[in-house]
């Protein structure tokens, strides 16, 4: 039995020792020397979190609490969104002998309330109250963060505690820096955010001026999407509440939810404009379409309901946002919208920024330098990135109008040139396509109509070859409109040169689209004829674009052949030929398909 008591009360001894140095651990006083401008946090505070949100700093002083504050091992706090409040624990003691002020700095500036207790040599407490619950110019300094100067005699150790309260995230960074090393480094940061926030209203400005120049309603979007989101930036760094509405706290609690609200419905309407999705990707115009009616929503909410409801249904929409429009973006680029490129390229580094600093609000990741700015920095670029985007659609544009302009000014020309010349002239440009100097069209159907009529009566074979050139429109894309045209005369060429019979009719009767009539033909001879365009124009080896099934420009050709008997028509034999040609495009192009 007294061994038992002797182990029992050694057990107690040891435990004893332990939370002692554990209690120690937890009280080690900073020391603020001549050494350091500043001075690392980490491991040097202790933290409490009370549930309740009801104790008060002569609850929390009390040596009975000393057991429930855990060790900060991190240069910051966060916590995410929480109704508890939180409870920092430090002493300090100043062992320097310039005598210069040193200021505590809690480095988030989207909190409710913050009091700053710090024991005073007669036992009792001082209090520094700050907050966005507060008027601005209440603060102890003037600061778009929370900094306070702490009252310290020499070589005397200070307790300080600090009482915080947010109904935002809970992110807690407290630093501790000399007053003039402070200022130093936040004269530089704030010319870094002078700088930033020029150049979002310098793009709001420029593309405004746009706006008025082209009256192109997707540059008046894009403005309020600016704006929108550089008064989130400068909410989101307590730059708003300092210089915009720094007496109205209601403002500053709403400022963040309600810009963010805005700039969804912004961004939602300039990607349905700027990509034209309703042409691209009509599905996700529709959910655009809701973004922009949930933003609404979360308009009402930002002006009416309780900031974390607002803030989390903002948040949570942002994200949706973001990724809807991301997808938007790439799948648009996939279909050959140009436009998407840059758009998708600057949506990718805000999703980037903008999920990096949730995922640290929510205390996915670590809160530290590069995740506070991640979606500052994310936004900015993102901004430039699209005024880039809009310029370059926008010269682009001007570029399109300038040719067309010009090809019709050449066009007005060329018509008034031919009414001085006589009706022979008059009737063969009537019939003739201009870029390649075949039969158009209309002359194609009277031919082929006349043809039929005379086939009917003789009975002879009549064949016809639809022609098509190989994805045309990718060579277009990439070479530009003059290589395509310069393809579609090539071939022509190579069907006039193809053809020994000057009974043969070619035409050219779509963009693309080319037809030969082979009077008293049977299917050989133009299947024949169809195999030899195909290979003389192959062997012109005109370079395609890389997205191409091949790297020379081809044709397909569709062959059809008949003798016309009782009530049939022309348009038979044409859609024979047209559904041959559909099936050389299914069997891979480049070849000849005779119609079954």
Partial sequence: MNRITLLSSLLFVLLAVASTFASASRSDVV???DESSSVSMAGKYSWLEDDTAALGIDDVSSPAMDGRFIPGNTEGLSLGYTSSAIWLKFKVRDVARDGQPWLLNLDYPLLDQVNVYQSLPD???SLRTMGNLLPFDQRPILHHTFVTPLELEPHVTSTVLV???SKSSMIVRPSLQVASAFYEYESRLQVLFGLMYGVILMMALYNAFLYLAVRDVTYLVYVVSVLAGGIFIMSLNGHGYQFLWPGSPHLANTALPLSSSIWAIATALFTQLFIETRRYTPVFHRLLNIIIGLGAVAVVLS???DYQVAIHFGTALGLFNGLLILTTGMISWYRGNRA??????AWVVYAFGSTTLVLSQFGVVPDNLVTQHSATMGLLLQIIMLSLALSEKYRVISRELEDHARNLEKKIAERTLDLSKASKAL?????QDALTKLANRREFGRVLNDEWKRHQRSQEPISLLVCD??????LNDHFGHDAGDEALRQFGRVIKESMHRTADHPSRIGGDEFAVILPETDLAGAAKLADDICENYRNLAIPHAPRATYDVVTVSIGVASTIPQGKRTSSALFRLADNALYAAKQQGRDRAAIAK
Avoid: N
Avoid at 469 to 474: A, C, Q, T
């Fill in 31 to 33: 020391l603020l020397d």
């Fill in 123 to 125: 036992g009792s407490w």
């Fill in 163 to 165: 009482r915080i309260a």
């Fill in 303 to 305: 002006l009416f309901a």
């Fill in 340 to 345: 998407a490129r840059f758009f998708t390229l």
């Fill in 427 to 431: 009737k063969r440009l009537s019939q």
């Fill in 469 to 474: 050139v190989d994805e045309l429109k990718e």
